[in-house]
């Protein structure tokens, strides 16, 4: 992502939010499936500027098949275990919120 900034200089959440599509860990652990981005991107989970996180953490994985990025649930099950074993997320009491 190019910026007006100068080099070593931070994003900040306002970028952040213009830029990406965020959501929250607890709506990501939620999740059943790995849903396409296509799926997703006008359902009402995006975290929106006011949302401001804790962290950020930027997810990119390679898909199973040409048809589905995780047929097999593997890569989501991974991801959600990370976030609840290495950094103690659990649903409804994610960074700090009931």
């Known amino acids: 992502m190019s910026n007006a ?4 200089e ?5 970028d952040v ?3 990406f599509r965020v959501v929250s860990a607890d ?15 006008d359902k009402p989970m ?3 500027w006011k949302d401001q996180p804790l962290t950020l953490l ?8 040409l048809d589905h990025p995780d047929a097999s649930g593997r890569q989501l099950r ?12 659990e649903p409804s009491g994610v960074e700090g919120r009931s």
């Open 5 to 8: 900034r100068g080099e070593g």
């Open 10 to 14: 931070r994003l900040t959440w306002n």
């Open 17 to 19: 939010a213009a830029s």
């Open 27 to 41: 709506q990501f652990l939620s999740l059943q499936r790995m849903i396409r981005h296509q799926e997703l991107r």
């Open 46 to 48: 995006w975290l929106k």
């Open 58 to 65: 930027f997810i990119s994985h390679r898909w199973e098949t």
């Open 78 to 89: 991974a991801i959600q275990q990370f976030l609840r074993t290495k950094h103690s997320i």
